[in-house]
Nanobody, 115 residues
Framework: QVQLVDSGGGLVQPGGSLRLSCAAS????????MGWYRQAPGKQRELVAT???????NCADSVKGRFTISRSNAKNTVYLQMNSLQPEDAAVYYC?????????WGQGTQVTVSS
């Protein structure tokens, strides 16, 4: 079964850190461009960070210098390290694998930033 399982979200205070994980099964994550997206209540889903099959990474301007996307080929997992979290980072975070025959999305993981 082809699926992505997102995990690692939770409640964190402003300035804190979290690491999100996207575990892939049924596909080899390193074959595809993978990305993290987020959607806050009442807002459109937005791109946060991407990692290509070759390992090149990009981040949205709003998270540059704070968030880092990475991949473990051995664990077939993509990560999003989030540091210096702010209330505006609160959202449901989703992982996506971009495939020619259709994208695959994870189920999402909730990130709450509050004191």
């Amino acid at each position: 079964q082809v699926q992505l399982v997102d995990s690692g979200g939770g409640l964190v205070q402003p300035g804190g850190s979290l690491r999100l994980s996207c575990a892939a099964s049924g596909i080899i994550a390193s074959f595809y461009a993978m990305g993290w997206y987020r959607q806050a209540p009442g807002k459109q889903r937005e791109l946060v960070a991407t990692i290509s099959s070759s390992g090149s990474t990009n981040c949205a301007d709003s998270v540059k210098g704070r968030f880092t996307i990475s991949r473990s080929n051995a664990k077939n997992t993509v990560y999003l390290q989030m540091n210096s979290l702010q209330p505006e980072d609160a959202a449901v975070y989703y992982c996506k694998a971009a495939r020619r025959n259709g994208d695959i999305w994870g189920q999402g993981t909730q990130v709450t930033v509050s004191s």
